[in-house]
């Protein structure tokens, strides 16, 4: 097809073969005007053997307005190339888990495969670098696949020592059966870290109480990735009740409620908030806030005492409607624990936890006590 030419009467085709000889079964369509542009046709006939074989054909083009003939190379196209779908598994490389840095000075990394389909969950095979080299050292990975949410999901763990993690490249590849390798990276301590600051509120009428709910605030802290512990005395972790992190801005806020005896508050019993977190140097004491009868009088905190309670004191106060927001954030989740506990008739107990579980309750986590039993996984 030759379009956009003047005069219209002077246009002329012509073919020829793979080897350059002229082709007479051609034909040349009467001229068109669309729009006021001359548009001319021509077409050649082959037969198919030669079509599929890729034989080339020329077409050549002669008009007065052309500085020379105008010669195009027509041949069978390739089929159109097959879109690359997005690969059957997804992968998820997570950042150690604070608790285990916390409680046994370990960096455990989590690669999480997910899919629709639980064969390819469960055959695909997971390799760990280290620094860019391959390590099957503290490697364990799930044999099987278990279903959540309309998907299959498989874990592969990888175990490095938390004094020496810091910098460390962790690369986890999986090799789906059939397709492509698809991986993730990252590197240990390398996210923009800031460190938690921990208040603790005491309910501001406990003449009626029988048992007290301590709440604790953690807040400012970037990663995401925290854990909350509560201490009696100088005794073991204690999990209490601890809500998800949610995001303030680019930094992260968390509560963490401890249910206390009345006749436990009135000995001076005292409870500690603690709050372990990347950016903290595992020799270093983690962010704690300590609280008993005497030390403390019932009160709702004001942004200016929070301030005080921090153990963060080279950062600026946070204004006040910041924290009045948290604040009320915190209270509202008692509210809202307490009226649950009521309606469903759910009497709370503290029992030793074993290391590395963790229980769902109303969306919150109960994590382990430190003197609890270890049952790995």
Same mark, same amino acid.
């Given at each position: 097809?030759?379009?956009?030419?003047?005069? /219209?009467?002077?246009?002329?085709?012509?073919?020829?073969?793979?080897?350059?000889?002229?082709?007479?079964?051609?034909?040349?369509?009467?001229?068109?005007?669309?729009?006021?542009?001359?548009?001319?046709?021509?077409?050649? %006939?082959?037969?198919?053997?030669?079509?599929?074989?890729?034989?080339?054909?020329?077409?050549?083009?002669?008009?007065? /307005?052309?500085?020379?003939?105008?010669?195009?190379?027509?041949?069978?196209?390739?089929?159109?190339?097959?879109?690359?779908?997005?690969?059957?598994?997804?992968?998820?490389?997570?950042?150690?888990?604070?608790?285990?840095?916390?409680?046994?000075?370990?960096?455990?990394?989590?690669?999480? !495969?997910?899919? %629709?389909?639980?064969?390819?969950?469960?055959?695909?095979?997971?390799?760990?670098?280290?620094?860019?080299?391959?390590?099957?050292?503290?490697?364990?990975?799930?044999?099987?696949?278990?279903?959540?949410?309309?998907?299959?999901?498989?874990?592969?763990?990888?175990?490095?020592?938390?004094?020496?993690?810091?910098?460390?490249?962790?690369?986890?590849?999986?090799?789906?059966?059939?397709?492509?390798?698809?991986?993730?990276?990252?590197?240990?301590?390398?996210? %923009?870290?800031?460190?938690?600051?921990?208040?603790?509120?005491?309910?501001?009428?406990?003449?009626?109480?029988?048992?007290?709910?301590?709440?604790?605030?953690?807040?400012?802290?970037?990663?995401?990735?925290?854990?909350?512990?509560?201490?009696?005395?100088?005794?073991?972790?204690?999990?209490?009740?601890?809500?998800?992190?949610?995001?303030?801005?680019?930094?992260?806020?968390?509560?963490? +409620?401890?249910?206390?005896?009345?006749?436990?508050?009135?000995?001076?019993?005292?409870?500690?908030?603690?709050?372990? $977190?990347?950016?903290?140097?595992?020799?270093?004491?983690?962010? !704690?806030?300590?609280?008993?009868?005497?030390?403390?009088?019932?009160?709702?905190?004001?942004?200016?005492?929070?301030?005080?309670?921090?153990?963060?004191?080279?950062?600026?106060?946070?204004?006040?409607?910041?924290?009045?927001?948290?604040?009320?954030? /915190?209270?509202?989740?008692?509210?809202?624990?307490?009226?649950? +506990?009521?309606?469903?008739?759910?009497?709370?107990?503290?029992?030793?936890?074993?290391?590395?579980? $963790?229980? !769902?309750?109303?969306?919150?986590?109960?994590?382990?006590?430190?003197?609890?039993?270890?049952?790995?996984?």
């Amino acid at each position: 097809m030759a379009s956009d030419f003047s005069p /219209a009467d002077s246009l002329s085709f012509s073919w020829k073969d793979s080897s350059s000889q002229p082709l007479q079964d051609s034909r040349q369509y009467p001229l068109l005007e669309q729009n006021g542009v001359n548009v001319g046709f021509s077409e050649i %006939r082959v037969t198919a053997e030669d079509w599929e074989k890729k034989k080339p054909y020329q077409c050549t083009v002669t008009h007065p /307005a052309l500085s020379g003939d105008k010669t195009v190379i027509l041949e069978k196209p390739d089929p159109p190339s097959v879109p690359t779908n997005k690969p059957c598994l997804d992968l998820t490389l997570k950042s150690p888990r604070v608790i285990e840095l916390f409680i046994n000075n370990k960096a455990v990394l989590d690669c999480i !495969i997910s899919g %629709r389909d639980k064969g390819a969950v469960e055959q695909a095979e997971v390799t760990w670098k280290v620094d860019h080299a391959v390590t099957t050292v503290n490697v364990n990975t799930a044999s099987g696949a278990w279903g959540l949410k309309g998907r299959f999901v498989r874990n592969s763990t990888l175990t490095l020592s938390g004094t020496s993690s810091k910098g460390t490249i962790i690369e986890c590849q999986v090799q789906q059966k059939g397709g492509s390798p698809i991986s993730e990276t990252l590197t240990i301590g390398q996210e %923009r870290q800031s460190p938690p600051t921990v208040s603790i509120a005491i309910p501001a009428d406990l003449n009626k109480m029988t048992d007290i709910m301590l709440a604790c605030l953690v807040t400012d802290f970037s990663p995401s990735e925290i854990y909350v512990a509560w201490q009696v005395e100088n005794g073991g972790y204690e999990a209490g009740i601890t809500g998800e992190p949610v995001a303030t801005g680019e930094k992260f806020s968390v509560t963490s +409620l401890l249910k206390v005896s009345k006749v436990n508050w009135n000995k001076s019993t005292t409870y500690s908030c603690i709050a372990r $977190h990347g950016s903290q140097e595992q020799q270093k004491v983690p962010a !704690i806030k300590t609280v008993n009868k005497k030390t403390e009088k019932p009160r709702v905190p004001t942004p200016e005492q929070d301030h005080l309670d921090t153990c963060n004191c080279n950062e600026e106060v946070p204004h006040k409607d910041e924290y009045n927001s948290l604040w009320n954030t /915190a209270f509202s989740f008692i509210i809202l624990f307490l009226t649950s +506990l009521t309606i469903l008739g759910f009497n709370i107990y503290h029992t030793h936890l074993k290391v590395h579980r $963790h229980f !769902i309750f109303f969306g919150r986590h109960f994590y382990p006590k430190k003197d609890a039993a270890v049952n790995g996984g």
